[in-house]
């Protein structure tokens, strides 16, 4: 069973762009889920998707969204990047949800680096 | 306030040695609490997850324990291996209106031969 993907695996922006990233989660997993991580910050969820809606949602501001495709594929879109966007992107998926009692599959993560 | 705290930062043991990675945490209303392993460069690895009824759970090498009543848990490695090297990332959930996940800031193994 192939495992959860991201692409682009790494990205280089400058302030201003906007950037939109990739998640393929496992077959038959509904549920997809976003986190950052920062060295200064560490992990902090960015928001999970089911069934194609938004769920639940972290403390981020209006400039990070997501979506999510009928066939589970999700994608993740910061606008208007700042500096302090700068991180590791991951996905995770899931059966039944990201705060239910299941596990979660995370992905390799996207590297994007904000100039 | 809702906070996820562990101890000690870094670790490092000799390898074969057993070691105790703590998480003590303040969530509330708690749902589930989960211990991830993470490699450098790459996506945690679930470890083991559990709810305020569960006070033990094992997964290999690995134990992990819960004391809903104190908040506190622990992660147990057995028997370390140079590969245990890795950062261990506890996260706590909580659910109510807005599910959120409170994330501690993760021990650094470093296991040496």
């Not at chain 1, 939109?20 to 997809?32: A, E, F, K, M």
């Amino acid at each position: 069973k192939a495992g959860v993907t991201q692409t682009p695996r790494y990205l280089i922006k400058t302030r201003g762009q906007q950037v939109t990233l990739s998640c393929s989660p496992i077959s038959g997993h509904r549920s997809v889920s976003w986190y950052q991580q920062t060295p200064g910050q560490g992990l902090q969820f960015l928001f999970e998707y089911f069934s194609e809606t938004q769920r639940n949602k972290g403390n981020f501001p209006g400039r990070f969204s997501g979506r999510q495709f009928s066939n589970s594929r999700s994608e993740m879109n910061v606008s208007t990047l700042e500096l302090g966007d700068s991180a590791l992107y991951l996905c995770a998926s899931s059966p039944w949800g990201s705060f239910s009692y299941n596990e979660q599959f995370f992905g390799p993560g996207t590297r994007l680096t904000v100039l | 306030k809702n906070q996820v705290e562990q101890s000690p930062q870094s670790l490092i043991i000799l390898e074969g040695k057993n070691c105790t990675l703590q998480c003590n945490y303040t969530v509330s209303p708690f749902s589930n609490l989960r211990w991830y392993k993470q490699d450098t460069g790459r996506g945690p690895v679930s470890l083991t997850i559990m709810t305020f009824s569960e006070n033990t759970k094992s997964n290999g090498r690995y134990t992990a324990t819960l004391d809903a009543d104190t908040k506190q848990s622990s992660l147990h490695i057995t028997a370390s291996q140079l590969s245990d090297s890795a950062s261990y990332i506890c996260v706590v959930s909580a659910e109510n209106t807005g599910n959120q996940f409170y994330f501690g800031t993760g021990t650094s193994l470093t296991v040496i031969p």
